[in-house]
């Protein structure tokens, strides 16, 4: 079992190490023997912290043999976006202007972490400020995908996923600003949540789009994915969006029993686009839920063709405000080639950002400018407003929606980074749920004839996190996937 233990999910690898099958010191090695063979190969972190990780996991097992009372996730190695602050440890977004940036504080996440005495093994890869849907604009390389050599990860939390489904972390932390954590949940095979908006707090998260960010778990499993939530969830005083209201235990969520759920079936979601061999495998999904007594039926989410407009408005708009920090004055690099403090902002920028992150900024600037923010931006505010009315609506009569997560499986590595509107509508599935704030999850739900995972999307209703991983985990049993090989134990590059 301990040769297999970098594989097992979280809540089998607690119980090994509480009836003493293993040490979190033993576990912790095998991970750090694991990235060592395949970060290499998938450069899903970008700094990892193995002495860091060996002393607490040291630390751990002395208060386990002690009998000292223990957190939820003590002794679990977990990775962590590099958008999210780790004091002590670089945080960089991945990005040249923040390179060398060490935080002198936590996140509200990593703090609930620590006191949940999980490790913290390292920082994984992801777009450059979150700004991408295939973790290529990374300043520090690409994330290949774990299946397919020649495949993205997805993004932006591409390296979250890929670390999970390489079994190089037992789980990690990514965002969602507008499907960051589930799309490459998808591509890797693995789980992806993204909370309701409040559910979890942003202190500490680098702003992308403040008004659709959220922190959300990456897990092998669906009861991970309940674990890891319910310690991150919570009212935060740091954070005034995040709400104060009860987290209850997830983990009762998890039952079979999903007769009588009335799910609905967005029309708008199955035109064309959809790759048929991810159309054939959500069909199967909504089979599987018929089988087990739920009731599906067709709902209409009428806004729908509004969202990637909207959204890409709104996200750069936030963008080009909370990007302006970047100046080369408080933190990050500061270009030494300069006259004056224009030049000094303008070097400083100019080098310090990659193509895609100036392209969103440019964007967001025009869309607020003077005589453009009425026909850009307050437009896509109302839309905003459309499209959350269509989920009120939907979720009166339907405790649960079920789409594609993607409209297609994990595409070619630099397939779409030179088109942005290609790249930007690998989204149009996810950033719904994120213009509305409501809670969405991505399952694994088959792979393709080339052994590519397809991942199934579950939305719910605002803080009703507990409906949606029920039904999730109820597929997850029913489905029982056999997985592929990933491409470096077929002995040959995919």
């Known amino acids: 079992m301990k040769d297999n233990i970098c594989a097992e999910p979280i809540h089998r690898q607690l119980k090994l190490m509480s009836d003493g099958s293993v040490s979190s010191y033993e576990m912790v090695g095998h991970f750090i023997d694991a990235i060592e063979r395949i970060n290499p190969k998938i450069n899903g972190y970008i700094a990892v912290k193995a002495d860091y990780a060996l002393a607490r996991a040291k630390e751990i097992?002395?208060?386990?043999?002690?009998?000292?009372?223990?957190?939820?996730?003590?002794g679990i190695p977990i990775a962590i976006k590099d958008n999210i602050c780790t004091k002590g440890f670089e945080t960089t977004c991945s990005s040249n202007i923040l390179r060398s940036f060490v935080p002198p504080y936590?996140?509200?996440?990593?703090?609930?972490?620590?006191?949940?005495?999980?490790?913290?093994?390292?920082k994984s890869n992801m777009d450059e400020f979150a700004m991408g849907s295939s973790t290529e604009t990374s300043c520090f390389g690409p994330t290949v995908n774990p299946?397919?050599?020649?495949?993205?990860?997805?993004?932006?939390?591409?390296?979250?996923?890929?670390?999970?489904?390489?079994?190089?972390?037992?789980?990690?932390?990514?965002?969602?600003?507008?499907?960051?954590?589930r799309q490459p949940a998808a591509f890797c095979g693995v789980v992806g949540m993204k909370p309701t908006y409040g559910r979890v707090s942003r202190f500490g998260l680098v702003a992308y789009a403040s008004s659709l960010d959220q922190i959300g778990p990456?897990?092998?499993?669906?009861?991970?994915?309940?674990?890891?939530?319910?310690v991150i969830s919570g009212r935060d005083e740091k954070d005034s969006t995040s709400r104060d209201i009860e987290v209850p235990d997830y983990n009762k969520s998890l039952t079979c029993d999903i007769k009588g759920i009335r799910v609905g079936r967005p029309k708008e979601y199955f035109i064309g686009g959809l790759d048929s061999q991810v159309a054939c495998h959500i069909d199967t999904v909504f089979g599987i839920l018929g089988q087990a007594g739920a009731d599906v039926e067709e709902v209409s989410l009428p806004?729908?063709?509004?969202?990637?407009?909207a959204y890409y408005l709104?996200?750069?708009?936030?963008?080009?405000?909370?990007?302006?920090?970047?100046?080369?004055?408080?933190?990050?690099?500061?270009?030494?080639?300069?006259?004056?403090?224009?030049?000094?902002?303008?070097?400083?920028r100019k080098k310090g950002f990659g193509s895609e992150v100036k392209r969103r900024i440019m964007l967001g600037t025009y869309a607020l400018s003077s005589g453009y923010y009425d026909a850009y931006y307050l437009k896509a505010q109302k839309a905003r407003t459309l499209i959350k009315r269509d989920f009120d609506i939907a979720f009166k009569d339907h405790d649960v929606l079920i789409t594609p997560t993607t409209p297609t499986p994990a595409f070619k590595l630099g397939e779409n980074i030179s088109?942005?509107?290609?790249?930007?509508?690998?989204?149009?599935?996810?950033?719904?749920?994120?213009?509305?704030?409501?809670?969405?999850?991505?399952?694994?739900?088959?792979?393709?004839?080339?052994?590519?995972?397809?991942?199934?999307?579950?939305?719910?209703?605002?803080?009703?996190e507990g409906v949606v991983l029920k039904l999730a985990y109820a597929l997850e049993q029913a489905m029982d996937l056999k997985r592929p090989l990933r491409f470096w134990e077929k002995g040959s590059p995919g």
Request: glycine share 10%.
């Open 147 to 181: 299946w397919l050599q020649d495949r993205v990860s997805g993004g932006s939390s591409g390296g979250a996923a890929a670390i999970v489904a390489a079994d190089m972390a037992s789980g990690a932390l990514g965002s969602d600003t507008g499907g960051s954590i």
């Open 303 to 309: 806004h729908t063709d509004y969202a990637i407009s």
């Open 218 to 230: 990456v897990t092998k499993d669906v009861t991970d994915c309940a674990l890891l939530l319910s």
């Open 314 to 348: 709104i996200a750069t708009a936030e963008a080009s405000s909370n990007l302006a920090r970047y100046d080369g004055v408080k933190y990050g690099i500061r270009d030494s080639q300069y006259r004056d403090l224009r030049s000094m902002y303008r070097s400083t």
């Open 61 to 74: 097992d002395s208060r386990r043999d002690s009998n000292e009372a223990l957190g939820p996730l003590a």
């Open 419 to 464: 088109d942005p509107l290609q790249m930007y509508l690998n989204d149009i599935y996810t950033i719904s749920a994120n213009l509305a704030g409501v809670p969405a999850i991505s399952i694994p739900c088959g792979f393709t004839k080339d052994g590519l995972p397809v991942g199934v999307q579950i939305l719910g209703r605002p803080f009703e």
């Open 106 to 122: 936590n996140a509200y996440v990593v703090e609930r972490f620590q006191d949940a005495d999980a490790i913290i093994l390292g």
